[in-house]
């Protein structure tokens, strides 16, 4: 593995709340890259979305986060990053990676050069940082107006993503639709789940609202947070 390519895994969404088909997208998408023999996942990302991003029944970040930390106990290379959330503003997900890759540089240890000035570490020893999504995401690409294409191409071109199915979409198609992810389409991974899992945060959130139990859909300690502050209930 030492000769491998280290990777990041970075995660953006609502995580409202987070589900095990969220923490399933990262342990599929690392196996993935695993065993095409060039990468080495070292660490994983989850950052819940700013609550200035406006959608309906967006719980506040301070319970996402909360409950994203809960779910990452048992996780011993994922966590959760709250400076997405702690903006004045909603982030858009291009901003939020650049973020993220200033932070891995400079978390690297540096060398001194001449007259003791720090310089970079060679380039191999940099970590790629790599948007993790589910095939769904892959598909809003295509919605007019809802994603700038330098953005779009800033995504896949500098970074990369990793793409995991989802049950009724059809990434290949996805790619060759677009002629940005077609062009770039060698830096896009699709990676395949065998075990179909369409877990839905907003199923969960409907199920909460009608008192209907959501066991085994989210780690125990993330329903227990949900009961004891009271979330996503009708009343």
């Given at each position: 593995?030492k000769?491998?390519?280290?990777?990041?895994?970075l995660?953006?969404g609502s995580f409202n709340?987070?589900t095990?088909?969220?923490?399933?997208?990262?342990e599929?998408?690392?196996?993935?890259l695993h065993q095409t023999?060039?990468?080495?996942?070292?660490a994983g990302?989850i950052?819940?979305?700013n609550d200035?991003?406006?959608?309906?029944d967006l719980?506040a970040?301070q319970h996402r986060v909360?409950?994203?930390?809960l779910a990452?106990q048992?996780?011993d290379w994922?966590r959760?990053?709250?400076?997405?959330?702690?903006?004045?503003?909603?982030m858009?997900?291009v901003?939020?990676?650049?973020?993220?890759?200033?932070?891995?540089?400079?978390?690297?240890?540096?060398t001194?050069?001449?007259?003791?000035?720090?310089?970079s570490?060679?380039?191999?020893?940099?970590?790629?940082l790599?948007?993790?999504c589910g095939?769904d995401?892959?598909?809003t690409?295509q919605?007019?107006?809802?994603?700038?294409d330098?953005?779009?191409?800033?995504i896949?071109e500098k970074?990369g993503l990793v793409c995991v199915?989802?049950?009724?979409?059809d990434?290949?198609e996805?790619?060759l639709?677009s002629?940005?992810l077609?062009?770039?389409?060698?830096?896009?991974?699709?990676?395949?789940?065998?075990?179909q899992?369409d877990?839905?945060?907003?199923?969960v959130r409907?199920?909460?609202g009608?008192?209907q139990s959501?066991k085994?859909?989210l780690?125990d300690s993330?329903?227990?947070?949900?009961k004891?502050h009271k979330l996503?209930?009708n009343?």
């Amino acid at each position: 593995m030492k000769s491998r390519i280290p990777v990041v895994l970075l995660a953006c969404g609502s995580f409202n709340p987070i589900t095990n088909m969220h923490l399933r997208l990262f342990e599929v998408a690392r196996d993935h890259l695993h065993q095409t023999g060039v990468y080495q996942v070292i660490a994983g990302i989850i950052s819940p979305v700013n609550d200035k991003y406006g959608k309906k029944d967006l719980t506040a970040a301070q319970h996402r986060v909360a409950m994203a930390r809960l779910a990452l106990q048992t996780s011993d290379w994922i966590r959760v990053d709250p400076w997405e959330s702690e903006q004045a503003q909603w982030m858009e997900t291009v901003k939020v990676l650049r973020h993220h890759h200033s932070e891995l540089l400079r978390s690297l240890p540096q060398t001194e050069g001449p007259g003791d000035k720090p310089v970079s570490p060679a380039p191999a020893a940099v970590p790629e940082l790599k948007l993790l999504c589910g095939a769904d995401v892959l598909k809003t690409f295509q919605i007019p107006g809802l994603w700038r294409d330098a953005h779009v191409q800033e995504i896949v071109e500098k970074f990369g993503l990793v793409c995991v199915g989802r049950a009724g979409h059809d990434p290949e198609e996805y790619i060759l639709k677009s002629p940005i992810l077609r062009k770039y389409q060698h830096n896009i991974h699709l990676a395949r789940e065998p075990v179909q899992n369409d877990i839905s945060a907003t199923y969960v959130r409907r199920a909460l609202g009608q008192g209907q139990s959501v066991k085994y859909l989210l780690p125990d300690s993330v329903i227990t947070y949900i009961k004891d502050h009271k979330l996503y209930t009708n009343d």
